[in-house]
């Protein structure tokens, strides 16, 4: 088994420690209520899923605002369910999703064991291109704020993983030499490619199963990484 031997950890945030696609379907049907959606939210989820990774992806890459994420990952879900809604109440449902998203606190299995055993071992941080006026009040709500030394929001720096700008930044904030740290994350442009393109090692968080490849080490559950390190 290959040991690995960092000096410091980086960590993503949404798909890694917090349960983002739990958290994000509580959201829905919190909304769904508030705004009386008479559609299923089974039915809405199976499609906003997938879409919502498509447009995070273009938002990554500098094809899409922040803005324009947010309505129109809504309003192209709404159309593929053929469900007329108004654009004012698409608008209000992006707003709605913002403020109460992070008000959810589910985390993936293990995750907390995995911090507390990491915490006094290694120092540890959180490198995310989640919007950074919610990603705080996930981490604080989620009661894992007091495990990081530094949290680096790429809306802040204004570069998102790939980005090796961001990468630096991060390193540059922890005091930390890329050789020396670990990022581990679920995306494998964005956490694990553009952690290795800028030197530092990665591990591959693929709690879905879906991903085989030699870029690094993978695992399917947080529990798993205890015994790399």
């Known amino acids: 088994m ?3 031997t960092p000096k410091h ?10 349960d983002f696609d739990k958290n994000s379907a509580a959201t829905f049907e919190l909304l769904f ?11 809405f989820l199976t499609i906003y899923v997938p879409v919502n990774l498509e447009y995070w992806k273009l ?5 899409i605002l922040k803005e324009e994420l947010r309505y129109r990952r809504l309003s192209d879900v709404f159309n593929r369910c053929d469900y007329t809604i108004s654009d004012r109440m698409i608008g209000e449902m992006a707003d709605g999703y913002i403020e109460y998203l992070s008000s959810f606190t589910h985390v993936f299995d293990y995750t907390k064991e995995l911090l507390d ?3 006094d071992r290694y120092p540890l941080h959180i490198l995310t291109n989640g919007f950074a006026e919610i990603q705080s009040k996930k ?10 030394q530094t949290v680096v929001n790429a809306e802040d720096v204004g570069y998102k993983k790939p980005d090796p700008r961001i990468f630096e930044f991060a390193l540059q904030k922890a005091n930390a030499l890329a050789t020396d740290s670990l990022m581990i994350g679920d995306n ?4 694990i490619l553009g952690a290795k393109n800028c030197g530092l090692n990665a591990l591959h968080f693929d709690v879905e199963r879906v991903h085989d490849h030699n ?4 695992v399917n559950c947080l529990s798993e990484i205890k015994q790399y390190l």
């Open 215 to 218: 870029h690094c080490i993978i």
């Open 188 to 191: 494998l442009e964005a956490d």
């Open 59 to 63: 938002y990554r890459e500098g094809k």
């Open 33 to 43: 209520d508030k705004f009386n959606i008479s559609l299923d939210i089974n039915e």
């Open 117 to 119: 055993y990491l915490v």
């Open 2 to 4: 290959d040991k690995l």
């Open 9 to 18: 950890i980086f960590f993503d945030l949404d798909h890694t420690l917090w």
């Open 139 to 148: 981490l604080k709500g989620a009661g894992l704020d007091s495990y990081f």
